[in-house]
Nanobody, 120 residues
Framework: QVQLVESGGGLVQAGGSLRLSCAASGSIISINSMGWYRQAPGKQRELVAVIIGSGSTNAADSVKGRFTISRDNAKNTVFLQLNSLKPEDTAVYYC??????????????WGQGTQVTVSS
């Protein structure tokens, strides 16, 4: 089994910054990709940013230039630096990882979510 534990959410004023972290643990053989999604009230969950094993990244147009995803492969941890936050960035942010384990093979895992609230 794999666990994803997120941290770093909170309340911040518009223009401020936050840094989210997500650490994966368990019977991990390899992690193909790690990323962040978000879900605002009444809206569907959407991709924020993803980083794959090679280190290449992809991000939603709405966050490009403001959010940066990075990864510490040795610690199976992914980070999301959120700068120049806007009220419309308010959402629950979920960590996602595509993981290969010794017992289940390849599976997609989700964290429990961390709330980011941006006040105007």
């Amino acid at each position: 089994q794999v666990q994803l534990v997120e941290s770093g959410g909170g309340l911040v004023q518009a223009g401020g910054s936050l840094r989210l972290s997500c650490a994966a643990s368990g019977s991990i053989i390899s992690i193909n990709s790690m990323g962040w999604y978000r879900q605002a009230p009444g809206k569907q969950r959407e991709l924020v940013a993803v980083i794959i094993g090679s280190g290449s990244t992809n991000a939603a147009d709405s966050v490009k230039g403001r959010f940066t995803i990075s990864r510490d492969n040795a610690k199976n941890t992914v980070f999301l630096q959120l700068n120049s936050l806007k009220p419309e960035d308010t959402a629950v942010y979920y960590c996602n990882a595509a993981v290969v384990t010794s017992t289940t093979g390849w599976r997609n895992y989700w964290g429990q979510g961390t709330q980011v609230t941006v006040s105007s």
